[in-house]
Antibody, heavy 118, light 110 residues
Framework: EVQLVEAGGGLVQPGGSLRLSCAAS????????MHWVRQAPGKGLVWVSR????????GYADSVRGRFTLYRDNAKNTLYLQMNSLSAEDTAMYYC???????????WGQGTLVTVSS | QSALTQPASVSGSPGQSITISCTGT?????????VSWYQQHPGKAPKLMIY???NRPSGVSNRFSGSKSGNTASLTISGLQAEDEADYYC??????????FGGGTRLTVL
């Protein structure tokens, strides 16, 4: 069974940093591109970032480019999102998702909540 | 990248059909057949319902169907059931090698 389990969320002050992780199981992690998608409270889904198989090619939304870094450890079957210079606008549930077929997010984790507040 | 445009809400009675539209541009929906639809119940993770405009993943009811014309994609749900009540989001790959979601549509089953 495919499972994606996010962790690392919590309360952080504006300007602070946080690292999220997404532990994958039930599939060959190194064979899939991976994504992060976020959802502010009561709002819609927003794509954040995407990473290729070996971690050498990334893509970011304009709102996080230069502040967020996506990387992976295929030996540990884990995806990471390093988030720096956080602001209140980054407050959201963060979901990791697997890109199954091209451009299709076929499995999602349950999310981890990030709250940026003083 | 502006979000794809979806109606904020739609509603229908059990057994009826509804259609949710998703309007993009010639930089996303209009040039790629990489349009997907996701269902999200309150407090839950999104679930893939349609991919590549009109394909259903294994296990998704054939009451769900998708289509596209020009810059607008559509999700149709036939034979509405109470459990279909949820938020629905479309998404498309874009020419900037990013993804863009729609703002979401709340489906109410009356």
């Amino acid at each position: 069974e495919v499972q994606l389990v996010e962790a690392g969320g919590g309360l952080v002050q504006p300007g602070g940093s946080l690292r999220l992780s997404c532990a994958a199981s039930g599939f060959t992690f190194s064979s899939y591109w991976m994504h992060w998608v976020r959802q502010a409270p009561g709002k819609g889904l927003v794509w954040v970032s995407r990473l290729n198989l070996d971690g050498t090619t990334t893509g970011y939304a304009d709102s996080v480019r230069g502040r967020f870094t996506l990387y992976r450890d295929n030996a540990k079957n884990t995806l990471y999102l390093q988030m720096n210079s956080l602001s209140a606008e980054d407050t959201a549930m963060y979901y990791c998702a697997r890109e199954g077929k091209v451009a299709t997010l076929d499995f999602w984790g349950q999310g981890t909540l990030v709250t940026v507040s003083s | 990248q502006s979000a794809l445009t979806q109606p904020a809400s739609v509603s229908g009675s059990p057994g009826q059909s509804i259609t949710i539209s998703c309007t993009g541009t010639s930089s996303d929906v209009g040039i790629y057949n990489y349009v997907s639809w996701y269902q999200q119940h309150p407090g839950k993770a999104p679930k893939l319902m349609i991919y590549d405009v009109s394909n259903r993943p294994s296990g998704v009811s054939n009451r769900f169907s998708g289509s596209k014309s020009g810059n607008t994609a559509s999700l149709t749900i036939s034979g509405l059931q109470a459990e279909d009540e949820a938020d629905y989001y479309c998404t498309s790959y874009t020419s900037r090698t990013t993804w863009v979601f729609g703002g979401g549509t709340r489906l109410t089953v009356l």
